[in-house]
T-cell receptor, first 114, second 112 residues
Framework: KQEVTQIPAALSVPEGENLVLNCSFTDSAIYNLQWFRQDPGKGLTSLLLIQSSQREQTSGRLNASLDKSSGRSTLYIAASQPGDSATYLCAVTPFSGGYQKVTFGTGTKLQVIP | DVKVTQSSRYLVKRTGEKVFLECVQDMDHENMFWYRQDPGLGLRLIYFSYDVKMKEKGDIPEGYSVSREKKERFSLILESASTNQTSMYLC???????????FGPGTRLTVL
């Protein structure tokens, strides 16, 4: 059974700092990996999706990398801003492409202090 | 923009009540999903639907049922609510041939 772990559970950084969020998974036979953002009391918003054949994806100040062999993904946020404060979740879709089997991590709660 | 709406943001019900949670999407997505989110457990799939009138159990279907009579609407039903069903419920949808799910704002259900 796929397990997805995000450490740390919470992170607090000063504004302007570059930071890295971590996601690890136990089964490397994945179809893709997604990073989501969740604001308090709200749903999830997709940030980046990396297919299994890709190594990284970039969107603005965000860069996500994927290392399937080691079962790890990182989300790099450059020049963090208070508006980046949210919970960030990663989710892994298995190689079979069965969307019912998507496994979510429990998230890292990020606070960017002005 | 894709829009996924859920009928209530907050809901308080009594033990034993029948509860209906509604989800509507406006993008003609084939696939729809119901998750619950609990602290320390992450999102867990309750049910999903490939298309109209089609449904499949997820990881934790016990105590829940679903209905998808129209493409845009996916309903989650708690036949007899219990306190352990207190949770945040999230609906999502997507096209069958794409990877990205679009989530609704969530319904925070409290069962007393």
């Amino acid at each position: 059974k796929q397990e997805v772990t995000q450490i740390p559970a919470a992170l607090s950084v000063p504004e302007g700092e570059n930071l890295v969020l971590n996601c690890s998974f136990t089964d490397s036979a994945i179809y893709n990996l997604q990073w989501f953002r969740q604001d308090p009391g709200k749903g999830l918003t997709s940030l980046l999706l990396i297919q299994s054949s890709q190594r990284e994806q970039t969107s603005g100040r965000l860069n996500a990398s994927l290392d399937k062999s080691s079962g790890r993904s990182t989300l790099y946020i450059a020049a963090s801003q208070p508006g980046d404060s949210a919970t960030y979740l990663c989710a892994v879709t298995p190689f079979s492409g069965g969307y019912q089997k998507v496994t979510f991590g429990t998230g890292t709660k990020l606070q960017v202090i002005p | 923009d894709v829009k996924v709406t859920q009928s209530s943001r907050y809901l308080v019900k009594r033990t034993g009540e029948k509860v209906f949670l509604e989800c509507v999407q406006d993008m003609d997505h084939e696939n729809m999903f119901w998750y619950r989110q609990d602290p320390g457990l992450g999102l867990r799939l309750i049910y999903f639907s490939y298309d109209v009138k089609m449904k499949e159990k997820g990881d934790i279907p016990e105590g829940y049922s679903v209905s998808r009579e129209k493409k845009e609407r996916f309903s989650l039903i708690l036949e007899s609510a219990s306190t352990n069903q207190t949770s945040m419920y999230l609906c999502a949808s997507k096209f069958a041939n794409t990877d990205t799910q679009y989530f609704g704002p969530g319904t925070r259900l409290t069962v007393l």
